[in-house]
């Protein structure tokens, strides 16, 4: 199976911003993570990472192509406000999990609030870094 994860902004700092809510792990433990739930499945799981909106939405159109069979995105605070995102992924038919370190229901009001999970087909949140191999397992049960 070919994954795709895509982190948005500012979640290439994990072990730098706001520990207390994100954790310790840096961004680095959390792809070695990933890959090693990669190699545990058979998977070939690409992690993509980006601040910008256009490059988030250039690899979701990228991935219409290029035989991704379900995405993992992890949007950050585009998550609320972001329907050009949102728009990107209602084009991508395959399963689709928006992800989440912490728990944005129990965080600042306007958190809870994603204008991308109506076009996925999960939404974990609140389950820090564990979260992503949850994401994986459910793509792999979905096919």
């Known amino acids: 199976m070919n994954l795709l994860v895509i982190n948005g902004p500012n979640i290439n ?11 310790a792990q840096d961004y680095n433990y ?7 739930k990669g190699e545990e499945t058979g998977c070939r799981i690409e992690v993509f990472q980006s601040n910008h909106e256009g ?10 192509f290029d035989g991704t069979e379900a995405i993992i995105i992890n949007p950050g605070a585009y998550t609320h406000y972001s329907y050009a995102i949102r728009d ?6 395959v399963p689709k999990v928006e992800i989440h370190i912490s728990d944005i229901t129990k965080r600042e009001d306007f958190r809870k609030i994603s204008v991308i999970a109506p076009v996925c087909d999960r939404q974990i949140y609140g389950h820090g870094l564990e979260g992503y191999l949850e994401a994986i397992d459910f793509c792999l049960y979905k096919n």
């Open 13 to 23: 700092f994990l072990g730098i911003r706001e520990k207390s809510i994100y954790g």
């Open 30 to 36: 959390l792809l070695e993570m990933i890959g090693k």
């Open 55 to 64: 490059a988030i939405i250039d690899r979701i159109q990228d991935s219409y």
């Open 88 to 93: 990107a992924l209602a084009s991508i038919t």
